[in-house]
């Protein structure tokens, strides 16, 4: 099994900006390609960004220009680096990884292991 900690989330003005970070522990062997959602209120969980193994990323057009998303495969972390903030950028984000190694995963159902979330609120 592979548990996933997300933390870094909290209260930002719009502009503003967040790091967000994805620790993965137990059976690390089984972490490959990496990957961020989020879920509003009274919507569904939409992806933001994934990154491979070896790197190579892959975002939401919503968020493209504005949203980084890296890895430290050492430290079994994943990072979601959010600048330009909108009050649309409002959610609960999950880290999410899948086994696969060399592809980014962007489907959802190809994604095994999920982290509890940490709330972004972009807001006045």
């Known amino acids: 099994q592979v548990q996933l900690v997300e933390s870094g989330g909290g209260l930002v003005q719009p502009g503003g900006s967040l790091r967000l970070s994805c620790a993965a522990s137990?059976?690390?062997?089984?972490?490959?390609?990496m990957g961020w959602y989020r879920q509003a209120p009274g919507k569904q969980r939409e992806f933001v960004a994934a990154?491979?193994?070896?790197?190579?990323?892959y975002y939401a057009d919503s968020v493209k220009g504005r949203f980084t998303i890296s890895r430290d495969n050492a430290a079994n972390t994943v990072y979601l680096q959010m600048n330009s903030l909108k009050p649309e950028d409002t959610a609960v984000y999950y880290c999410?990884?899948?086994?696969?190694?060399?592809?980014?995963?962007?489907?959802?159902?190809?994604?095994?292991?999920w982290g509890q979330g940490t709330q972004v609120t972009v807001s006045s």
């Open positions: 999410a990884a899948a086994s696969k190694r060399d592809t980014i995963v962007v489907v959802t159902s190809q994604y095994e292991y």
């Open positions: 990154i491979r193994w070896r790197g190579g990323t």
């Open positions: 137990g059976s690390i062997f089984s972490v490959g390609a």
